[in-house]
C-alpha cells in the first residue's frame, strides 16, 4: 500500500465519521483513522538526519544490543564511554518507525546512531533515553503490545497498514467491512472494543431500536459480557 491508499483510506474513514451517530462506532474509527495517520507520517516523513557538532569527530554507532518485553523494546549502547566520564547532551530523535540519537562530548567525540524500518510502530510519546555508566539505553515503547521477533523488519516485509477500505462499496457496508477486518487484524483492546459495540447493537435491537447488520461470528458469546 502506497501513500495514495493511505490518504484514501484516511479520505474515507473522515467520510464515515460524518455519517456515523453510533458513539462506539466513533470510537472505532476514530482509533483506526489515528493508527492511518501515524502510518502516514512514518512514510511520507523525511528521515531523520544526524548532525553532529562542529569541532568534535564523530563516530557512529555501529554495535549495539537488544531485547523486548511483550510492552517495549529496549537497545543498549555500552563502551562509548568510562564509568565517571559525562555525556554533555543527549538528543533522541522518535519516530513511529525509527529512531535516531546523538550523543555529544563523549570524551572529546560526538556519536551518533540512527535505526529505521522498525520491526513495529512505536509510541512516541513514551519511549525515552538514559545514560549509563558505559553510554546509554534506549526504551521503545510499542503501540500495541505483542512480540517483534527482530529489531528491524526485513527489506522485503512491509508495515501492518491495517484494514483496507472498499471505496466502492456503500458507506453502510463498507462500515461493516471495515469492522470485520479490524476485529480480524486487532489486538485486545481493538477486540473488546468491537464485541461492546456489537453487544450494545443487540441490546437496542432487544429493545425494538434498529442495529447493525449481521457479522457473522464476531461477538459470538456476548451475552457473558
Sequence with gaps: MDITDIKGNIDELN????QSKRPAIRDLLEAELKRQKGILSTIDKPKPTVAAAKGLPTKKISNYAWDETNKAVKIYITGIKEAGQQIEKVEPTFDT???SVIL???AGK???????????TVNVEESSIKTTKTGATIT?????PGNWGSL????????DEGPKI???ADPNAGLMSLMKQMYETGDDSMKQMINKTMYESQMKQRNGGGSLPDMGDM???LDNL
Design 166 to 168: 472498499d471505496k466502492d
Design 219 to 221: 461477538g459470538a458469546g
Design 104 to 106: 555529544r562530548g563523549v
Design 140 to 144: 521503545l515503547v510499542k503501540s500495541s
Design 152 to 159: 528491524k523488519a526485513s527489506k522485503d516485509e512491509k508495515p
Design 110 to 120: 560526538n556519536y551518533t546512531l540512527t535505526i529505521g524500518n522498525l520491526k513495529g
Design 15 to 18: 467520510s464515515l465519521l460524518s
Design 97 to 99: 518507525r525509527s529512531v
